[in-house]
């Protein structure tokens, strides 16, 4: 894996080297190349029959179609979802398909601490490159998403640096030294880990995976805080410095609760895992129903029929769906990818998602049926990352 992601000497390789890398994202048939890939029939021709020359792709018959995919290759793809609250590790090899990753989920985040998340985390991915059938050393590209705006070129936190985070400190740098000191473990030296924002990952790997002939795409997050990743032409849109998608920083209330930002009234501070949950702890504090303890028993108990519950859920949907109304006045989406919070909570928050847009987006722009949709994929961060460590070689 590591020797076909080596940096390419001339435009011929560069071709190559893009094809490999979308047949390590998923299979595809030779004229759906095209997008991922840049270029045009003809040059992608001669590229696969140098590429199949060389033993590296070859078709693959699946019912009347005809994949073009990799042949075996050694070395592990990860990506690393790092929450608040929790982490998912995600691997493969780079020729098998996204039903046959490995996937950790860990009741661990980035808020208790890094002397706790950090060595968690490696032990993690030790533990998936194994189950993924690579061994301890074979670890060749990761990528990790957080929920922080992070500079696409620079690859740092953006400021405001916001908690569990200070000012120069950086997750993935963090994570690269940490697994380079790992004693269980043998990674190349020059790995490095690349990191997006949770949102635009989420994203990344539903358009590659669910959606990937709509032209533009946006993928909702909403837990403890609440943002938006932008497929426009098949490509993120991640803006000049990272903060494209920042939805939750739009401010709807002029007079309402301070935000961690610094402004005040964020659509966060109202339909964000945290303001719901401390709505519902008000409201069910000394009432018959069991008072929630995560956004998670909230959701589930509104799908049980919590009157309370569901009430909650569904109003901060459609706020939130009011905000999206406007973004799709903007953007113009084929389809609305809800994940979090609303993702799990289905057609309830679908239903109220779709009724606050309906307030606020042209008629136009609110065409698409389905436009709201849940993801398929509730581990879409980890394995948008895992494609961005493939897409940006994990290497310095």
């Not at 949950?277 to 129903?289: E, N, S, T, V």
Request: hydrophobic fraction near 40%.
């Amino acid at each position: 894996m590591l020797d076909l992601l080596k940096p390419p000497h001339g435009p011929k390789e560069e071709t190559q080297l893009s094809i490999v890398k979308a047949l390590m994202a998923r299979p595809y048939l030779r004229a759906d190349l095209a997008r991922p890939t840049g270029r045009v029939a003809n040059t992608i021709s001669t590229a696969i029959d140098e590429l199949r020359g060389r033993n590296i792709i070859a078709p693959a018959k699946r019912g009347s179609r005809e994949d073009i995919r990799l042949m075996p290759l050694t070395g592990v793809a990860v990506g690393v979802e790092l929450g608040y609250q929790h982490m998912v590790v995600a691997a493969r090899l780079a020729h098998q398909s996204f039903d046959e990753a490995e996937t950790e989920f860990l009741e661990n985040g980035a808020a208790q601490g890094r002397e706790s998340w950090l060595p968690a985390l490696v032990s993690a991915i030790r533990k998936v490159v194994i189950k993924v059938g690579g061994g301890p050393n074979e670890l060749a590209t990761i990528g990790m998403g957080i929920p922080r705006v992070v500079d696409p070129q620079q690859q740092t936190l953006v400021p405001p640096v916001l908690p569990p985070w200070q000012e120069g400190e950086n997750p993935a740098a963090a994570l690269t030294k940490q697994l380079a000191r790992a004693k269980d473990m043998s990674v190349p030296a020059n790995l490095r880990v690349r990191l997006d924002n949770d949102a635009n990952l989420g994203a990344y790997a539903e358009h590659v995976y669910t959606h990937p002939h709509l032209e533009t795409l946006i993928y909702i997050k909403a837990s403890t805080g609440v943002g938006a990743g932008i497929i426009i032409g098949g490509k993120l849109f991640r803006g000049a410095k990272g903060c494209a998608g920042e939805i939750g920083h739009t401010m709807v209330q002029p007079d309402g609760r301070f935000c961690l930002c610094g402004g005040r009234g964020c659509l966060e501070t109202l339909v964000g895992a945290d303001a719901m949950l401390r709505d519902a702890q008000a409201m069910l504090g000394d009432k018959i129903f069991t008072r929630p303890f995560s956004v998670n028993q909230l959701v589930d108990q509104a799908e049980a029929g919590n009157p309370i519950c569901r009430r909650i859920v569904r109003d901060a949907a459609t706020l939130l769906g009011q905000s999206i109304g406007n973004v799709c006045n903007l953007l113009n989406p084929n389809v609305i990818v809800l994940g979090g919070v609303f993702g799990r909570a289905g057609d309830l928050a679908i239903k109220a998602c779709n009724e606050g847009i309906s307030r606020t987006a042209m008629a136009a722009a609110q065409s698409e049926r389905p436009l709201v949709v849940a993801t398929e994929s509730p581990r879409a961060t980890a394995h948008g990352a895992l494609l961005l460590g493939i897409d940006g070689e994990g290497r310095a």
